[in-house]
């Protein structure tokens, strides 16, 4: 089984600062099969990343997806008040097919 | 615009059984493949099925094999979830989804509001 550890748990930043998260697999995966999503309170998750760099139709630039094997990294330029967040980075193609990580908050 | 509304949910006991449906509309219903995804009150996010767009791959989280069946209508563009022997850890928010073909890397492109599955005696 892939497991994916995001961290840190919660990140406690202001608006304009720079947000940096980590998603980390337990082996290696494809670079084209991570994902990243965000989830506001009482809202379904939202696409964000695909293909660990890709942004989802409609998603600002100051999102940005890196990274390749194990580690994989999502980065909010300059927050924005409505970027405070859970966002979760999920897998396809291990076992189980699908994963996600444990989500990162992004809290004021 | 793609829409996936999710109903059926609601209070179940323990041992039950409940039938989740999922409508959609705003793309051709049969090219895509879908998901169903739980999340219990205050967790994580967890896959529980795959259905591919003609029903000839499915597959299913251990959580839920055996006791959960995926399936869907194409003709009425649903897609539905049987879940039977319920659990009080079945308890959650489900989601069904749209899965993005290979140049999305099959990741999880809309997704629907969510219904409330209560499992309580």
């Known amino acids: 089984e892939i497991v994916l550890t995001q961290s840190p748990g919660t990140l406690s930043l202001s608006p304009g600062e720079r947000a940096t998260l980590s998603c980390r697999a337990s082996?290696?995966?494809?670079?084209?099969?991570l994902a990243w999503y965000q989830q506001k309170p009482g809202q379904a998750p939202r696409l964000l990343i695909y293909g660990a760099s890709s942004r989802a139709t409609g998603i600002p630039d100051r999102f940005s997806g890196s990274g390749s094997g194990t580690d994989f990294t999502l980065t909010i330029s300059r927050l924005e008040p409505e970027d405070f967040a859970v966002y979760y980075c999920q897998q396809y193609g291990g076992s189980p097919l699908w994963t996600f990580g444990q989500g990162t908050k992004v809290e004021i | 615009e793609v829409q996936l509304v999710e109903s059926g949910g609601g209070l179940v006991k323990p041992g039950g059984s409940l039938r989740l449906s999922c409508a959609a509309s705003g793309f051709t219903f049969s090219s895509y493949s879908l998901i169903w995804v739980r999340q219990a009150p205050g967790k994580g996010l967890e896959w529980l099925s795959s259905i591919s767009g003609s029903s000839n791959y499915i597959y299913y989280a251990d959580s839920v094999k055996g006791r959960f069946t995926i399936s869907r209508d194409n003709a009425k563009n649903s897609l539905y979830l049987q879940m039977n022997s319920l659990r009080a850890e079945d308890t959650a928010v489900y989601y069904c989804?749209?899965?993005?073909?290979?140049?999305?890397?099959?990741?999880?492109?809309?997704w629907g509001q969510g219904t409330l599955v209560t499992v309580s005696s």
């Open positions: 989804a749209r899965v993005g073909g290979d140049s999305y890397g099959y990741c999880f492109e809309n």
């Open positions: 082996q290696s995966i494809s670079s084209s099969y």
